[in-house]
C-alpha cells in the first residue's frame, strides 16, 4: 500500500493542500501551533474517519468556511483508489472514487495507518480511559469492522443510564432487555480486545527487551475486571453471560448512582515491569520505551496480518525521547522500507529518517511550503505568501521545486510547492466525552465509568467512536449479515 497524493481543502487552519509524497520520508518541519498535526490529522481522518484529537466534526473546518474535505489516491495491490471524506453541517460523508460508499469495508478497503503523538508516550502514567482509548485504537487498526462493534456498544450503554437515571422508577422489564443487548455488545469488544492482545503483546515485550536497558521484562495485559475464570479460555457466549450476571448483580448500585458500574468501558490494561505497576514503580524513560515498544509492535503486526506496512504518522514524538531511544526509532523507521509522515519542531531529530527522495516541508500559520533537503543545517525556509513562489535557498542540497496554481494555491509534489491557511488551534487535549450533549464535561468528570469511556479506536460519541458529534453523522452504510 502506497499514498500516492494528498489533498485537503479548509481541513482547520490548512486553506488548500496537494502533495504527492515520497513513497518513504515525507517531513514536516514548524514551530508548535503552525499546522503541522493538523496535517497528519487530515491524512488519519481519511483513513480511519475519525479524528485524531478528541473533538466534534465541527471543529475539523477551518473557521468561516461551510465544510472541509481530503482526498487521497492509493496504491492498493497494484490498482489505483482513491478514497475522500467530505464534513460540512455536522455529516460526515465517505466516497470511493467518487462514489458515496455503500459500506466502511468498501471504504476501508486495505488502507491502514498507524499514528504516533506525544500523548500516547504518557499512556502508561495516565490513567484507565488512555489505556482504553490505546488499546481500542489498536483494535480498531487490525479489525476495521471494530468500528461499529464498538458504536454497538456505546448506543447500548448509553440507553442504559439513560434508564438508570430514572432511579428506583426504571421499570425492571426494560433493564433486562438493555442488559442483555449490552451483554452481546460487550462480548464482542471483549473478544476483540483478547485477539488484539494475543497477537501483540509478545511482540511489544520482545521490542522492549531491546530499548528498556533493564533486565526486568515487561508486560501487557488485559482482563475483563469482572471476570473470575480465566479469560482466554472463555468463548463469545459465556462472555456475554458472564457480563450479564455482573449487570445484575450491580443493578441496585447503578441505579443509585445512575451510571454503568462494570463492562469494557471500565477496564483497564496492565502493564507491569518485572511484575511490578509501571505505572507506579518504572522511570519515565522506561514507561516511555513500553510506549515505544507497543508501537513498534502494532507496526509489525499489521504488516504481518495484511501482508503490507501501514502508513505510519509521527506527530513531534522525536522532541519527548532520549536520544538514544530517538535513534532507535529513527533507525527503525528508516529500515523499515515503510511510507512515513513526520512532524518535528527541530530538523535534525528526524534526519535519521529520511532518505535521498525524502519530501521536506516547512508549515507556518497553516501555510505548507516546501524546503531545502538539508545535509548538515536546520535552517527554515519562510513560507511563501499567497501567490508568492518560493524564493530561492542557498545551502547544500536541492530545493524542492513547485510552480503557484491559479488562484494562488500550490501544489506540492517530490519536486513542487504548497497552501494558505489560518492559526492552528490549541495543542493536544486528552481524549474528551462527547456523549451527553446537555452534560458539560466538568459534571462527567465526576463520574468516569459513563457512557462513553470504552473509546474504541477514537473515543466514543452518541454511539460514534470517534470523539467528535454524534448526531447527523453519516456514514457509509453497513451491510446486512
Known amino acids: 500500500m502506497r499514498l500516492l497524493a494528498l489533498q485537503a481543502q479548509n481541513f482547520r487552519n490548512l486553506h488548500q493542500v496537494s502533495l504527492a509524497p515520497s513513497p518513504h520520508a515525507t517531513i514536516a518541519v514548524g514551530q508548535n501551533g503552525q499546522g503541522k498535526t493538523n496535517l497528519l490529522e487530515a491524512l488519519y481522518f481519511l483513513a480511519t474517519l475519525k479524528p485524531l484529537r478528541a473533538g466534534r466534526l465541527a471543529e475539523l473546518v477551518r473557521w468561516g468556511t461551510k465544510g472541509a474535505r481530503v482526498s487521497g489516491r492509493f496504491l492498493l495491490k497494484g490498482a489505483e483508489r482513491e478514497i475522500s471524506v467530505e464534513v460540512g453541517g455536522g455529516v ?78 426504571a421499570e425492571a422489564a426494560y433493564l433486562d432487555a438493555y442488559d442483555e443487548t449490552l451483554a452481546r455488545a460487550g462480548a464482542r469488544v471483549y473478544v476483540r480486545r483478547r485477539a488484539l492482545m494475543a497477537e501483540l503483546a509478545p511482540r511489544a515485550q520482545a521490542t522492549f527487551a531491546s530499548i528498556g536497558r533493564t533486565v526486568d521484562p515487561a508486560a501487557y495485559g488485559y482482563h475483563p475486571a469482572h471476570l473470575a475464570q480465566e479469560f482466554a479460555e472463555v468463548d463469545e457466549v459465556r462472555l456475554a453471560d458472564a457480563l450479564l450476571e455482573a449487570l445484575a448483580g450491580r443493578r441496585r448500585r447503578d441505579l443509585e448512582r445512575g451510571f454503568t458500574s462494570v463492562g469494557p468501558h471500565v477496564d483497564d490494561v496492565a502493564v507491569t515491569l518485572g511484575g511490578r505497576s509501571a505505572r507506579a514503580y518504572a522511570s519515565q ?21 495484511l501482508g503490507f506496512l501501514p502508513l505510519l504518522l509521527l506527530d513531534d514524538v522525536s522532541s519527548e525521547l532520549d536520544p538514544e531511544r530517538n535513534a ?22 528526524v534526519r535519521a529518517a529520511a532518505a535521498h527522495d525524502t519530501l521536506w516541508m516547512d508549515v507556518h500559520a497553516g501555510q505548507v511550503a516546501p524546503r531545502l533537503l538539508e545535509t548538515g543545517t536546520s535552517e527554515v525556509v519562510r513560507a511563501p505568501g499567497p501567490g508568492e513562489a518560493p524564493a530561492p535557498v542557498g545551502g547544500v542540497g536541492h530545493l524542492v521545486r513547485g510552480h503557484v496554481a491559479e488562484g494562488g494555491e500550490a501544489e506540492l509534489r517530490p519536486e513542487d510547492p504548497v497552501s494558505h491557511g489560518e492559526e492552528e488551534r490549541a495543542e493536544h487535549r486528552p481524549p474528551g466525552d462527547a456523549h451527553e450533549e446537555a452534560h458539560p464535561r466538568a459534571e462527567q468528570e465526576h463520574h468516569p465509568h459513563r457512557e462513553g469511556h470504552l473509546a474504541p479506536a477514537p473515543e466514543l460519541a452518541e454511539g460514534h467512536p470517534h470523539g467528535d458529534e454524534g448526531d447527523g453523522q453519516e456514514e457509509p452504510r453497513q451491510p446486512e449479515r
Open 92 to 169: 460526515r460523508q465517505a466516497f470511493v472514487d467518487g462514489k458515496k460508499a455503500s459500506s466502511l469495508e468498501e471504504y476501508f478497503g486495505g488502507v491502514a495507518v498507524v499514528a504516533f503523538t506525544p500523548d500516547d508516550l504518557e499512556v502508561v502514567k495516565g490513567g484507565p480511559e488512555a489505556r482504553r482509548t490505546f488499546l481500542d485504537r489498536a483494535v480498531f487498526n487490525r479489525f476495521p469492522a471494530f468500528l461499529k462493534e464498538s458504536r454497538d456498544y456505546a448506543r447500548a450503554l448509553k440507553n442504559r443510564n439513560r434508564l438508570l437515571r430514572d432511579g428506583p422508577a
Open 285 to 305: 524513560g522506561q514507561q516511555r520505551a513500553l510506549v515505544l515498544g507497543w508501537k513498534i509492535a502494532e507496526i509489525e503486526n499489521l504488516h504481518a496480518a
Open 328 to 349: 532507535y526509532l529513527m533507525g527503525y523507521l528508516a529500515a523499515s522500507g515503510a511510507q512515513v509522515f513526520l512532524t518535528t519542531t527541530d530538523a535534525s531529530l
